[in-house]
């Protein structure tokens, strides 16, 4: 919903980031690797894994899902390797069955699934694309469950025992103040005490689940904080077959709010007091996929009380007003446009307060941006 900016100081903390858990994270790997044969699939994929580790520790969004494609590809090279006795036997279908039933790591979609589960459930012939998929999905599930002892064990039990930087550290040197998916909720940090203990922090969501793509789980960029809300209605949810938007892919220009009138009488606002019968809040650009995690449609609609305030404000506040602001308090324009609108003008500055891009982008629907209060010209509506 709001843009996280990468420039030179992010970069810089993701370098930290990269640097206080590398070493670990690789030790591990070659330890899991060194259990297999090097003509092991295991084997193969771990180092390929390592081989690749700075790239996935530090790719930003576009570059994880290049890695997740080479990833797959990877594993689908190796499909021969996968022996599946498709005979019709009962035990056999019942173990196919089990692994489409079973396997919460999607190598394909909810719908191919679904078909094999059918198919097998009706004992027919698997052509050979079903049983490549069903030999994926198998590779998939073995390298995911070594995946996940390295990379979310880590995530879980190794992070917070770095001294001097753990979870905490990390959310904190993000200085985000609200949640990026939805900019509605706070996301604050309490200090915790001298024992690091009783602090309070937000969750952190995994852009790219971590249960889908383990060795993702500790890349930068994956790493989101965010609201308890968001991080829980996204859950599982496979981001990448969906190609749903991440806060380092958007800018202020991604996601319009606008308000829509019922009626022509809304324009005369001298004969006519506004209510919130009056308008409806309504996205003129939104990502289909972020309004489908995260409802954010409905979610804005309840916030019209916010937008009501605006449309008085704009019938209120005068040439001379504002005059007064700068002769009498010296106001400077930021300061002027912070006061009226209680909001930061900005793109970079939206995650310090919840609703700032609906502030904005409505502020802007009414002719009173902040170019329009620096030129000290009444608040005209662009709808007249």
């Given at each position: 919903m709001i843009p996280i900016k990468i420039d030179e100081k992010k970069i810089e903390f993701r370098d930290l980031h990269v640097s206080k858990i590398k070493t670990d994270i690789e030790n591990s790997l070659i330890t899991k690797r060194s259990s297999y044969k090097d003509t092991d699939f295991e084997y193969g994929t771990l180092n390929w894994i390592i081989k690749y580790l700075d790239d996935i520790l530090n790719a930003e969004t576009k570059k994880m899902r290049v890695?997740?494609?080479?990833?797959?590809?990877?594993?689908?090279?190796?499909?021969?390797?996968?022996?599946?006795?498709?005979?019709?036997?009962?035990?056999?279908?019942?173990?196919?069955?089990?692994?489409?039933?079973?396997?919460?790591?999607?190598?394909?979609?909810?719908?191919?699934?679904?078909?094999?589960?059918?198919?097998?459930?009706?004992?027919?012939?698997?052509?050979?694309?079903?049983?490549?998929?069903?030999?994926?999905?198998?590779?998939?599930?073995?390298?995911?469950?070594?995946?996940?002892?390295?990379?979310?064990?880590?995530?879980?039990?190794?992070?917070?025992?770095?001294?001097?930087?753990?979870?905490?550290?990390?959310?904190?040197?993000?200085?985000?103040?609200?949640?990026?998916?939805?900019?509605?909720?706070?996301?604050?940090?309490?200090?915790?005490?001298?024992?690091?203990?009783?602090?309070?922090?937000?969750?952190?969501?995994?852009?790219?689940?971590?249960?889908?793509?383990?060795?993702?789980?500790?890349s930068f960029y994956n790493l989101i904080p965010s609201c308890q809300v968001c991080n829980h209605t996204k859950s599982n949810k496979d981001t990448f077959v969906d190609n749903l938007l991440s806060p380092y892919e958007i800018d202020s220009t991604t996601f319009k709010l606008t308000y829509q009138p019922k009626n022509m009488n809304f324009l005369q606002i001298k004969k006519r007091k506004y209510n919130f019968n009056s308008f409806d809040i309504k996205f003129k650009k939104i990502d289909k996929y972020s309004n489908k995690y995260f409802k954010l449609d409905k979610l804005y609609e309840q916030h019209k009380d916010v937008v009501l305030e605006l449309l008085i404000k704009r019938t209120i506040y005068s040439k001379s007003y504002i005059e007064e602001l700068k002769r009498n308090f010296h106001f400077t324009d930021d300061e002027i446009y912070r006061f009226l609108f209680c909001n930061y003008k900005e793109s970079e500055e939206f995650n310090k307060r919840p609703l700032s891009k609906l502030i904005n982008d409505i502020i802007d629907e009414l002719g009173a941006s902040f170019t329009t209060i620096k030129s000290h010209r009444h608040f005209q509506s662009k709808r007249k």
């Open positions: 890695i997740i494609r080479d990833f797959n590809w990877s594993v689908k090279r190796k499909i021969s390797i996968v022996k599946l006795s498709i005979t019709g036997d009962n035990t056999t279908v019942e173990q196919l069955k089990n692994i489409c039933r079973e396997n919460s790591i999607r190598g394909f979609s909810n719908k191919t699934k679904d078909e094999l589960i059918s198919l097998v459930n009706a004992n027919s012939n698997l052509n050979g694309k079903t049983i490549d998929n069903l030999k994926f999905t198998t590779l998939i599930y073995r390298i995911n469950q070594i995946l996940k002892d390295v990379f979310i064990d880590f995530y879980k039990n190794g992070w917070d025992k770095i001294e001097d930087y753990d979870r905490y550290t990390f959310v904190t040197k993000h200085n985000l103040k609200t949640c990026p998916y939805c900019n509605m909720g706070y996301i604050l940090i309490s200090e915790r005490d001298k024992n690091k203990k009783n602090g309070l922090r937000p969750e952190i969501d995994h852009f790219f689940p971590k249960a889908i793509y383990p060795y993702l789980a500790m």
